[in-house]
């Protein structure tokens, strides 16, 4: 089983609809995140956590909202969905620990690809 | 803010030449992270390599390497020996030494030619 597993993989939806983006990871990392990829664009950030409490904004939150239930799960909402919310979307975790073989690196789910009609 | 630029949208190479893909970015921090990552067509995110800026040496990882140029802002990716099994996007990334967030290029597709 995959250590960052994203549901769903491939969803198609309409405008205006609400629509949640779920990760779960059994790495017990503290740090999760969630990028979303457009061609051309690279991946950006659109919210981090590095622990139950504490939630920040990246790049792109406008749009979405996060919850993070548990220290294994960390979910993505568009609460309206809109055409321009078409991408592929990634959740990230992380165990940020100084002078280690990992420091800094993320480790990715399969992605969700969504699609606003 | 960080930037991270990939200036090649595209690039291609015979199997078992060597490719060099580029990167630059812009930061005024002095401690960080850079990163290539692949993704293939599974659009699986894997790291490739990694390197700490603190570090002179460029890391390498069987048959990738890196030329960092601390200086310059560079971090360029070599792929000696190349297979098809190569053929992805290759993503560059910047992360601050707090580890904040990922900053990433926007990718070089590559294509690994029999």
């Known amino acids: 089983d995959a250590d960052v597993t994203q549901t769903p993989r491939n969803r198609i939806t309409k405008t205006g609809k609400r629509i949640m983006l779920e990760c779960s990871q059994t790495?017990?990392?503290?740090?999760m995140y969630w990028y979303r990829q457009d061609p051309g664009l690279g991946l950006r950030l659109i919210y981090y956590s590095f622990d139950v409490k504490d939630i920040n904004k990246g790049e792109i939150s406008d749009g979405y909202s996060v919850s993070r239930q548990a220290q294994a799960k960390f979910s993505l909402s568009l609460e309206s969905a809109i055409p321009n919310q078409t991408a592929l979307y990634f959740c990230a975790t992380s165990d940020f620990q100084w002078g280690t073989a990992h420091t800094g690196e993320l480790f990715f789910g399969e992605g969700s690809r969504l699609t606003v009609l | 803010a960080q930037t991270v630029t990939q200036s090649q949208p595209e690039m291609s190479v015979q199997e078992a030449e060597t490719v060099t893909l580029s990167c630059t970015y812009d930061?005024?921090?002095?401690?960080?992270?850079l990163f290539w990552y692949k993704q293939p067509p599974s659009r699986q995110m894997i790291l490739v390599i990694r390197?700490?800026?603190?570090?002179?040496q460029n890391a390498t990882e069987n048959r990738f390497s890196v030329n960092f140029q601390k200086a310059a802002k560079s971090f360029s990716l070599k792929i000696s020996d190349s297979q098809l099994g190569d053929t992805a996007m290759y993503f560059c990334a910047f992360m601050k030494g707090m580890g904040n967030d990922m900053r990433f290029g926007a990718g070089t597709r590559l294509t690994v030619k029999p």
């Open positions: 790495k017990g990392h503290d740090r």
């Open positions: 930061t005024s921090e002095s401690n960080y992270y």
């Open positions: 390197q700490e800026a603190y570090k002179q």
